[in-house]
Each structure stands twice: as structure tokens, then as C-alpha cells.
């Protein structure tokens, strides 16, 4: 007889196996060239790095970075532009990020700008992590001035990660229908990949792990010398 155990209720689920590593800010040499492998082989983060270089090289007056986390992608934004980073209050416990210089939020309160105060608001892989994406929408359609741009990627192929902190998965339909409800106009989706990377992205999950196997708590393991 075939022993059945009782199914995991994954909606309890509170960690995960192994966390994506974190991004660090590219302020020195060696961190911009960690952040250059790193995009040679994750494919997500060199994806997002393609896409969004010409964009943000060509964004004047202020832009917003709502969870901005280790803002890897500031680095990117003119010298001339005015960047304001933002991220919950929770930003440390919930992902691991802590930096100075990032306006905090708790959840519920109105973002730390005035209405139509920014120029762009940027928002990568933020989304999908937000509890009520209708008012996070609102919020950058408030602070945003009269013909500003959302500059919004999320995931829609991924493994489930930051448990119990990740929440969403967006279908293009689904992003228009809410970015128009909050009086978002002339929305435009594109896609990052197609079945090829999609399937090259769920073979490195599988990797990721065994190349760099993390503790209990997320923070890399590293293996005693002469143990294989």
C-alpha cells in the first residue's frame, strides 16, 4: 500500500529554500563588475538592465524609484536628473535592504512626494510584492505631473520568492486594466524573453541553488576548505 502524506498547505508557506542573491549599490569598481557577471548569467537582471538603459538615460527633471531596494539601476539615470529613492519601512526584514538614503514608507501612507512632483516613476519587480496594487498605482498616477510615465516591470514566468512577500503575477490585460482604473493613459506592455528564456530561466533556478548554496537564514554557505 502506498503511503500518502498530508499536502503541504502552502498558503502557511513562511521562507523559501533559497533566496535570489540581493542586489548591492554599484558604487564601487568592484560591485559594478560583480553586477556585470551577474547579468551575463541571471537572466532576469540582464534582461531588465537592456531594456531599461536607453529609457532612464534619457529621463530629465525627478524620478522616483518606488522600491528601489539596493538601487542598482541609479547608475543608469543622469548625473542632472533628480533621483529619490523609496521603499517600505519594511524593506530590511521583508528583502534584506537597508540603505540610508531611501525615503521610508509604511503601508497605507501617502508617498513622500508632492502631487505631480515627479517626472517618471519607476517601479522594477515591485509590483508583484505590493498587497493592494490599486493603490500603489494611484499613488504614482498622484505624485506623477500631468504627462509623466510609469516605468512599471514585473515578473510574470518566476519562481515564487520572497515568501510570504511576493503576492502577484500580471498578465498584460490585467496591467492595463489596472493602470487605466487609477487614469493611467496609452499604456504600453512589452515582454521581457520568450519560451526559449523562460525555459533557460527555469533551468538556472534549478542551479542557482547547488552554485550557491545559501544557510537557513539566506546568507550564503560557504564550504569548509578541502570538502568537496
Known sequence: MRRTGTPENMALRRAERWRPPLFTPLDTRRARIIAVVRRFFDLQAGSLWRHLAPVLSGVEGTLADVGCGAQPYRR????????VG?????ARDHFGYDLPDVR??????????????A????????LEHVPDPN??????????????QVILTTPFAARWHYIPHDHWRF???????LLERVGFERVIVHGRGNELTVACH?????LWPIMLPQGEDGTPHVRPAGLV
Open 171 to 177: 498578465t498584460p490585460s490585467g496591467l492595463r486594466l
Open 202 to 206: 527555469r533551468i538556472l533556478a534549478l
Open 76 to 83: 543608469l539615470v543622469r548625473a542632472s536628473t533628480r533621483y
Open 104 to 117: 521610508a514608507i509604511r503601508a497605507g501612507e501617502r508617498w513622500p512626494l508632492q502631487d505631480g512632483e
Open 86 to 90: 523609496i521603499d517600505t519601512d519594511r
Open 119 to 126: 517626472d517618471v516613476v519607476l517601479a522594477t519587480e515591485t
Open 135 to 148: 493603490a500603489f498605482l494611484a499613488e504614482a498616477f498622484r505624485v506623477l505631473r500631468p504627462g509623466g
